[in-house]
């Protein structure tokens, strides 16, 4: 049978590839997109290593080397490079010429700036918190709440650890201030660098009914009770380590000479 002509330009339309689908993606296009790519997988491998080091499965001094890493994610060198710049660029990770990065080791005097750096920020953040608080705000921080409660129940230690620093960085991103956010995330990391180090119980360094407390200081817009819970909790934190650079100072003339 025949076919009309009408059918076949019918056919012919069906087999011709649609003008407006190229098989060809514009440079720009392809520009773009790899560039998102490159940044969607700089920003996973970055999160994997933070949350790493949050949870202490990534101990302080730890040597990153970029060939294993590299193997292990999949990617090049050059892009592993680019996530420890940016981890060394927040005091995450230390780079050493000739010998490589390896997580941060705080000093103790690093340890005490930490916590001065987070009794100055930290009472900003509650201001800004408790002046732009909504139902929405006071509901996430409950949620985080519950989260803690369930890692404490489920006596994950891990989760306890991350958990707690992640409750501080959340109210900083609630906050709204993505200058006081970026400064908590950083500090937080390196509080949890400095328990590690220096012998905190882990998964007492947060006192399980503390959090509680400075949401519902904030739930009632207590701003004077919000910031003396939160200056107390920074206190226990600190009190907790073993901060004395006695113990950790060695007396080598003492000891060669002796």
């Keep these: 049978m025949g076919v009309s002509h009408g059918a076949r330009m019918g056919l012919d339309r069906m087999q011709a590839p649609s003008p407006t689908k190229s098989t060809h993606m514009p440079a720009s296009e392809r520009k773009t997109s790899t ?13 994997r290593i933070y949350v790493a080091i949050l949870e ?3 101990h302080p001094g730890t040597k990153l080397g970029e060939e294993r890493l590299a193997e292990i994610f999949g990617v090049s060198r050059a892009r592993i490079r680019e996530v420890l710049a940016r ?3 927040e005091q995450i990770v230390e780079l050493y010429p000739q010998r490589g990065a390896y997580v941060a080791k705080p000093t103790i005097e690093q340890a005490r700036d930490v916590f001065e750096a987070r009794r100055l920020i930290e009472p900003a953040v509650l201001k800004r918190l408790i ?7 006071t509901a996430r921080l409950r949620q985080h709440l519950e989260l803690e409660f369930d890692a404490r129940r489920r006596d994950d230690k891990r989760a306890v650890i991350r958990l707690s ?4 960085t959340l109210a900083a991103e609630l906050a709204g201030n993505s200058a006081l956010a970026r400064s908590m995330r950083e500090l937080c990391m390196l509080t949890c660098l400095t328990i590690f180090l220096y012998d905190a119980p882990t998964a007492s360094s947060c006192r399980s009914d503390e959090h509680t407390q400075i949401v519902d200081a904030i739930a009632k817009r207590d ?7 939160m200056s107390d909790h920074l ?8 901060l004395d650079a006695t113990s ?10 002796g």
């Design 56 to 58: 202490h499965r990534l």
């Design 35 to 47: 560039r998102i790519d490159r940044e969607n997988t700089i920003d996973e491998i970055y999160e």
């Design 165 to 168: 620093g992640e409750f501080h």
């Design 223 to 229: 701003r004077a009770r919000a910031e003396k819970l």
């Design 235 to 242: 206190d226990h934190i600190e009190h907790s380590l073993k």
């Design 87 to 89: 981890l060394a660029h």
């Design 131 to 137: 002046d732009t608080l909504t139902p929405e705000k």
């Design 248 to 257: 950790t100072e060695v007396d080598l003339e003492a000891i060669f000479k």
